[in-house]
């Protein structure tokens, strides 16, 4: 079994920072991507980010310049660093790992994480 667990949602206001953090625990052989995606109240669910084993990042275009990403491959560790938010940045954050289990493929999704931007 695997499991993501999400830590650092909270309530801040416009133009504040917060940080995200997700680590993966279990039977994992390796981990691929990493990445955060998140969810808005009657939206669908869409990537937020995401960095490949090497380090290669992906954004999407509404938090280019104030989001990044980095992971901690010895931990499977993935961190989101939120500056400069705004009330439509809230939503749940969701962490997502792709890649190996010791016998099958691996994909998981944490629990979830609240992020409230209030303005």
């Known amino acids: 079994q695997v499991q993501l667990v999400e830590s650092g949602g909270g309530l801040v206001q416009a133009g504040g920072s917060l940080g995200l953090s997700c680590v993966a625990s279990?039977?994992?052989?390796?981990?691929?991507?990493m990445g955060w995606y998140r969810q808005a109240p009657g939206k669908q669910r869409e990537l937020v980010a995401k960095?490949?084993?090497?380090?290669?990042?992906n954004y999407a275009d509404s938090v280019k310049g104030r989001f990044t990403i980095s992971r901690d491959n010895a931990k499977n560790t993935v961190y989101l660093q939120m500056n400069s938010l705004k009330p439509e940045d809230t939503a749940v954050y969701y962490c997502?790992?792709?890649?190996?289990?010791?016998?099958?493929?691996?994909?998981?999704w944490g629990q979830g994480t609240l992020v409230t931007v209030s303005s």
């Open positions: 997502n790992a792709d890649g190996w289990l010791l016998s099958n493929p691996l994909h998981a």
């Open positions: 279990g039977s994992i052989f390796m981990i691929n991507t």
């Open positions: 960095i490949t084993r090497t380090g290669t990042t």
